[in-house]
Structure formats: C-alpha cells, structure tokens
C-alpha cells in the first residue's frame, strides 16, 4: 500500500514553463486536495476534488489547473510558471467528503510534497 | 534544507516533559479540527482529530482539548520524546464545507 505517491519531488521551471504535478493514490479515496505551502505560512488549498470528474477551487487556485478523470489521480497543472509559485506543494486525499461520516475517516493522508523552483 | 517553518513559533521542552502546543481558529462554525505533525522534507502526518461535539479526546501520548467559547485549540503530548521534534499544524473545516484551513504551525524543540 503505497498511500499518496508525488512525482517529482523536486523541479525546476523556468518563468513562463508549463508542467504537471502527478498525484496518486490507492486507498480508493474520494476526496483529493492540493496544498501549497510557503516559508511562515500554512498549508494552503490550491483546489480540491470529491470524486471523479469533480473539481472546485480553493483558496488560492489562479496559475493551476486541476482535473480528475479518475479516483487514483489528481494531477495539478502549472500553465504559465511564475516565481510566486515557488513553493512545496503537497497532495492530499481521504477517505470520505470531510463534510459526513465518522471523524476518524476525515483524516486527509498526505503526500512527501514536491518542492518547486520557478526561476 | 528546510525553508518552511521560517518565522515559526518555536517551543522547547526537556526530555521527559509535558508539551502543550496552542492553536486559535478563526470560524465559529467550523466543526472538525485535526492536529497534523509534519517532519523536515515530509508531508504533514495525522496525529488526533475532534469534533465540534466533544471537548477532549486521547491516543498514544496525545491529547486534544477544544474550547469552542474561546475558539482555542491545544494539544497535550505526554512524556515528550526526541521523535516528537517537529513543525504542528492544526486545522479546521466548517461544517458543510470541504475546505480545510490550516493555522501557521508551531515549531517543537525537545532538549536532551
């Protein structure tokens, strides 16, 4: 069981670049988030999924695209790199929509995080 | 190395000794919260969650304590080990909502 898998754990983009962030999973989770995360700063939601084919922003989506054609993957897409984008960005997923079910099953499991540069 | 955790509040207790890491949030309607403890070069890992519901709850070492008048959250780890060095986050979600906010961590410091 590998939980959240990211790929690459590091990268470095030059501004203007495009380039996807992966994400997977299999827990067969439902729910699937991208978080990026700056130097005094928490985590912080770029945009997130309920399901297949579902997908809705977060706090600070402009400069990503996300999509979802499957329950495994959750891919985050940079289309134009600018160096306010440098960051760590993690992905996380859980097993149920946060807004039901026992608490226990609302825990997001996070992925190792891939730290971006974007010169 | 490790820029995140710059500017952090930091909190160092000896070896052996309780630790209490502090958290205010922000929204009187969220109703789920959970401590997260993340590790240098790792994501976030879950530690305890609570619901609005409850006012403390315990693992392993650990407790959680919610005071909804004075939207204050804390965490209580028991006999604080070396391991327990780390950044802690807390979060919160509203109810109806699928929106997490985090708070900005707390850096832990145990002394040998």
């Known amino acids: 069981n590998a939980g959240v898998t990211q790929t690459p754990k590091f990268q470095v983009l030059k501004t203007g670049q495009s380039m996807t962030l992966q994400c997977a999973q299999d827990?067969?989770?439902?729910?699937m988030s991208w978080y990026r995360q700056d130097p005094g700063m928490g985590l912080r939601l770029i945009h997130y999924?309920?399901?297949?084919?579902?997908?809705d922003q977060g706090e600070v989506p402009n400069g990503y695209n996300v999509s979802r054609s499957t329950t495994e993957d959750f891919p985050l897409r940079l289309l134009s790199a600018a160096p306010s984008q440098t960051s760590v960005y993690f992905c996380?997923?859980?097993?149920?929509?946060?807004?039901?079910?026992?608490?226990?099953?609302?825990?997001?499991?996070f992925g190792a995080g891939t730290r971006l540069s974007v010169l | 190395g490790e820029s995140v955790g710059l500017h952090l509040p930091t909190l160092s207790v000896q070896e052996g000794d309780n630790s209490i890491i502090n958290c205010a949030y922000s929204?009187?309607?969220?109703?789920?919260f959970i401590w997260y403890k993340q590790e240098s070069g790792k994501g976030p890992q879950f530690i305890i969650d609570?619901?609005?519901?409850?006012d403390k709850r315990q693992g392993q070492r650990v407790t959680v304590l919610l005071n909804k008048t004075v939207k204050h959250l804390s965490l209580q780890i028991a006999a604080t080990q070396p391991g327990d060095s780390a950044v802690y986050f807390c979060?919160?979600?509203?109810?109806?909502?699928?929106?997490?906010?985090f708070g900005t961590g707390t850096r832990l410091k145990v002394l040998a």
């Open positions: 996380a997923s859980s097993y149920s929509t946060p807004s039901g079910g026992a608490v226990s099953k609302n825990i997001q499991y």
């Open positions: 827990m067969n989770h439902e729910y």
């Open positions: 609570i619901r609005s519901n409850m």
């Open positions: 999924s309920v399901g297949a084919g579902i997908t």
């Open positions: 979060a919160e979600k509203a109810s109806g909502t699928y929106k997490y906010i």
């Open positions: 929204n009187s309607a969220s109703d789920y």
